[in-house]
């Protein structure tokens, strides 16, 4: 599926309903009926018709690419909440938990995260939303392999994978310009990004996301993000983690897309990609 392929959206659905209705009309693979893994023992999120529920999305890219920016940015349009294996890795830290030494190591070393600490931390967060009434999701960073795709279909039904594509030297400097405000702990970049087009290439303009001005003195660099770090979290993406976008390409619910720019630039093509280009301008109308 090419980057600005549409999603179809019946034109006989009311509005109102529309993110109850905004799923690939693809033939669902068939569901493991059993399965072994550990992983899942714990794990009772019910599986919902997606007539019922909101949509169950998820961020695909390297690390860096701007999953989180753009699936927030999705989960406020959307009415949805957006799950970052990430933060949920973060929060642990921070809480001084039994594992947070543990994840502190993998972490400043950029490798991945096992699927068991992952799935435990993740089934937590998808149970308590569920109790809290929420309806679908946004995930963004897993799966991060063929092996927790698998684990997360034997969960949960996944409507559509949009995975976000951005060259690998862009994505470095973006990386490394990262920032995060110590007391209010939102994520801004100080890169200046202006890549002139070459070998085929077309050139690429990154403004900096630049924090308010009570939160500029407070900016730091997360640990891993060095430039060794950060090229072995893409090596090691590279290894093991682009088969997942296989994965889902061969159930017909992949979507990829290639990153044009920056937010100016990318977000009204991806709303155009997802045919959600009218949805924000017909919300605020019926607001």
Excluded at 117 to 143: C, M, Q, V, Y
Excluded at 198 to 211: A, F, I, K, R, T
Excluded at 255 to 280: Q, T
């Amino acid at each position: 599926m090419s980057a600005l392929t549409r999603i179809s959206r019946p034109s006989s659905i009311p509005f109102s309903n529309i993110t109850k209705c905004l799923y690939f009309s693809t033939t669902s693979a068939a569901q493991p009926e059993t399965t072994n893994n550990s992983y899942l023992q714990n794990i009772n999120f019910s599986r919902k018709d997606p007539k019922d529920r909101n949509v169950q999305w998820v961020f695909l890219g390297v690390p860096g690419v701007g999953k989180g920016t753009y699936a927030s940015r999705l989960s406020t349009l959307l009415g949805v909440p957006h799950i970052a294996t990430g933060d949920l890795v973060r929060e642990e830290l921070a809480s001084s938990g039994p594992i947070s030494q543990q994840l502190a190591e993998i972490v400043n070393q950029g490798k991945l995260v096992s699927d068991e600490i992952i799935f435990n931390l993740l089934s937590k967060r998808l149970i308590a939303g569920e109790a809290k009434g929420e309806s679908g999701f946004i995930l963004d960073g897993f799966p991060r392999t063929v092996k927790q795709a698998e684990i997360l279909e034997g969960v949960t039904d996944i409507d559509l994978v949009v995975n976000l594509k951005l060259r690998e030297d862009v994505l470095v400097e973006k990386c490394l310009g990262r920032r995060i405000c110590s007391q209010c702990g939102k994520n801004y970049n100080v890169a200046s990004i202006n890549v002139k087009g070459e070998n085929g290439n077309p050139g690429m303009s990154m403004d900096p996301l630049l924090p308010p001005a009570h939160c500029m003195s407070k900016l730091i660099t997360r640990a891993d993000d060095t430039e060794e770090v950060v090229k072995e979290r893409l090596r090691i993406y590279n290894d093991k983690s682009q088969p997942v976008e296989d994965f889902y390409r061969s159930r017909g619910k992949l979507l990829e897309f290639n990153l044009p720019g920056g937010i100016p630039a990318s977000w009204p093509r991806l709303l155009e990609a997802l045919n959600l280009d009218d949805y924000e301008e017909k919300r605020s109308a019926a607001a």
